[in-house]
């Protein structure tokens, strides 16, 4: 029980550090990578108040360095699946009603605790488990975690103060009740931020999380669990496993307290997901939330009157950083013939000046691609278009997995705008271009918006305005997240609510109010401080 109206600090975004050399931060990650190298450790699951050590261990090693060992992680099976969702329900009725500011305060002070004392820890962490150089992990594990938790607290603020109005006699009140039962967040390798997001949105409304990340983010997510424990985290709130999918899937949603599903990933698992939710909706207590990011096949779109030199940037940038491995990534563009030469030249110096390599070497701008069977996907995509008709391969095109899953940027460009590789999902750093004709402008964002069922991020280039109108327009629905001479990546919490429609997901907009709604059930309470005590109303009444 709380005695006031508390107001939390009001969020910024966290400030990103600029790794120059001789800089602190610099120094203190060097020596982190140095030391997290060094160790080989084991990874417990976090189950209420044990951490669980299994016969069945799982190596851990770095993209781009596969044959060195960073540690080991506890494989579970369904009896850990019941025993996390055992310790979620028990620890429901306690964390459920406690005050707001405490829950609140749990998760500022974890934000404070990565600003400061375990920032080196998560960007290694990161840099090592997931291949991202410096800034992406910087952008990532540090600054948008932080911004989730600390954004995440002011809008859940937000929501507890919107309130109903009440006539004369009565006081009409809303409460934000926890779901009835608990959350099952599903989280992808790419972000760590939202490995830490999924579970944390549902838990700071009251809600208890059993979390299963994916295995190429267990590192990294390891590290995240000890921030939110030293945080004062209550033993069962979030209990974080390691199992095969279908393990945790036939507990999870065959039990009658599965409440809600925050996810992200690939479409086709989300879509058995929902299916399999839908098949078993009759075991439910309550009709349970299912939240969602998915797939992308982004694109860029550029009108006559871009600028080449900010549209080219925009690609290397949008396509390639973290090796073309977010669900943002610019894969697809629409270039203009009078264009074209000109970007061309453009990409091709800067891809030229890119250097590829470990992240632990802060002067390579890209990295491995996250394991052995991406690495293989990938490759396979490059080597059909390699040998298609119609195909011009403008840079790139080359891999090796002898050390670590390196791809080089690659770009191709298509005469056939239905290509496949402009249509499906690559997720790495492949990047296709179609050209056209200027005047086919109006053409072209009718092809973009119908070339591909996702519909996440996509961007326009131009200078005139009637052009981006009619863009923004014309692609009302084709993205989620829509940029304006920008790079259709790098959405920021606060400023940028991420979320698309259509096969990329269900746009709850993680990073804003809208997501936190989806974790709480609303009660409406009327008072009525002197009831009536006749049943008869003044209409009865003869003349």
């Known amino acids: 029980m709380n005695f006031g109206n508390f107001k939390v600090p009001t969020p910024i975004n966290e400030p990103v550090k600029s790794y120059a050399p001789n800089s602190p931060e610099k120094k203190e990650l060097k020596a982190m990578l140095a030391k997290m190298k060094s160790e080989v450790v084991d990874i417990p699951m976090y189950i209420g108040s ?85 800034y992406q992990a910087e952008i990532d594990s540090a600054c948008e975690i932080i ?38 967040a599903i989280t992808p390798f ?24 994916a295995f190429t983010q267990i590192y990294s997510a390891q590290v995240f669990m000890e921030v939110l424990i030293e945080a004062g ?27 809600g599903l925050h996810f992200t990933g690939s479409t086709g698992v989300f879509q058995h997901l929902w299916k399999t939710i839908g098949n078993n909706i009759h075991k439910y207590k309550s009709y349970p939330r299912i939240v969602g990011e998915t797939g992308g096949k982004d694109f860029v779109i550029a009108h006559k009157s871009a600028d080449a030199k900010a549209l080219a940037t925009a690609l290397v940038r949008g396509a390639f950083e973290y090796q073309g491995q977010k669900c943002s990534a610019a894969s697809r563009a629409y270039i203009p013939a009078n264009l074209w030469e000109e970007v061309k030249n453009y990409l091709v110096e800067d891809l030229k000046s890119i250097k590829m390599g470990s992240p632990e070497d802060f002067s390579n701008f890209v990295n491995a691609v996250i394991d052995e069977r991406a690495f293989d996907k990938i490759t396979k995509y490059i080597d059909e278009a390699k040998k298609a008709r119609g195909v011009e391969l403008i840079a790139g095109g080359n891999y090796d997995k002898s050390v670590g899953y390196f791809i080089e940027p690659t770009v191709f460009r298509v005469d056939d705008n239905q290509f496949v590789t402009m249509c499906e999902e690559i997720f790495g750093p492949v990047l296709t271009i179609y050209v056209y004709q200027p005047e086919l402008f109006e053409e072209v964002l009718e092809m973009a918006d119908m070339t591909s069922p996702y519909a996440l991020t996509g961007s326009i280039f131009a200078q005139d305005r009637y052009a981006i109108e009619l863009a923004s327009k014309k692609l009302l629905h084709s993205a989620g997240n829509f940029y304006i001479n920008d790079k259709p990546t790098g959405a920021v919490v606060g400023q940028q609510p991420f979320g698309g429609g259509r096969a990329s997901g269900t746009n709850d907009k993680a990073g804003a109010m809208y997501n936190l709604l989806r974790w709480v059930s609303t009660r409406t309470i009327k008072e009525t401080f002197v009831p009536p005590t006749d049943y008869r109303y003044p209409f009865l009444g003869e003349e």
Do not use: C
């Open 50 to 134: 044990e951490r669980v050590y299994t016969e069945q261990k799982v190596r851990i090693s770095p993209p781009h360095e596969h044959q060195h060992t960073l540690g080991y992680f506890n494989m579970g099976d369904s009896l850990h699946v019941e025993q996390a969702v055992r310790a979620s329900l028990g620890a429901k009725y306690a964390w459920a009603n406690l005050s707001w500011e405490h829950r609140a305060s749990i998760f500022l002070k974890a934000a404070d605790l990565i600003a400061t004392k375990y920032r080196a820890k998560m960007n290694a962490a990161t840099m090592l488990g997931q291949s991202k150089n410096v």
């Open 147 to 184: 911004d989730f938790l600390r954004f995440n607290v002011y809008f859940m603020t937000e929501i507890y103060s919107q309130q109903v109005i009440s006539s004369s006699g009565i006081w009409n009140r809303i409460e934000q009740r926890p779901l009835e039962g608990f959350v099952f």
């Open 190 to 213: 790419n972000f760590t931020a939202i490995g830490g997001n999924l579970p944390t949105a549902p838990a700071l409304m009251g809600n208890t999380v059993v979390w299963k990340p």
């Open 233 to 259: 985290l209550p033993d069962g709130v979030i209990n974080l496993i390691y199992t095969e999918g279908p393990d945790a899937g036939d507990v999870i949603f065959n039990h009658p307290d599965f409440a």
